[in-house]
């Protein structure tokens, strides 16, 4: 059973910094291309990070020079570092695995909630 749970959302100030956690079992991790994206009241899901499997990062421009990913395979685990947060920044942030470039398919985590106060 492929399992992504995400972890680390919360309650921050405008300017802080949270670090988002997933963690995925089920699945062979390394060959995974893994993102996050993100999906805030009335709005449409953005892709906020992209990280292949072999390490290439890609970024919104929302995000660019605010955001980090990055991945521990030895932990099965993506992260997403997030400084200079904004009240836009608000949303549910989710992560994805997907191995569809070499047949394979995607899988989702639940989401965790990032709220950031101005």
């Known amino acids: 059973q492929v399992q992504l749970v995400e972890s680390g959302g919360g309650l921050v100030q405008a300017g802080g910094s949270l670090r988002l956690s997933c963690a995925a079992s089920?699945?062979?991790?390394?060959?995974?291309?893994l993102a996050w994206y993100r999906q805030a009241p009335g709005k449409q899901r953005e892709l906020v990070a992209v990280?292949?499997?072999?390490?290439?990062?890609t970024y919104a421009n929302s995000v660019k020079g605010r955001f980090a990913i990055s991945r521990d395979n030895a932990k099965n685990t993506v992260y997403l570092q997030m400084n200079s947060l904004k009240p836009e920044d608000t949303a549910v942030y989710s992560c994805?695995?997907?191995?569809?470039?070499?047949?394979?398919?995607?899988?989702w985590g639940q989401g965790t909630q990032v709220t950031v106060s101005s």
């Open positions: 994805n695995a997907d191995s569809h470039r070499i047949g394979g398919r995607a899988y």
């Open positions: 089920g699945i062979i991790f390394s060959i995974n291309d």
């Open positions: 990280i292949s499997s072999g390490g290439t990062t």
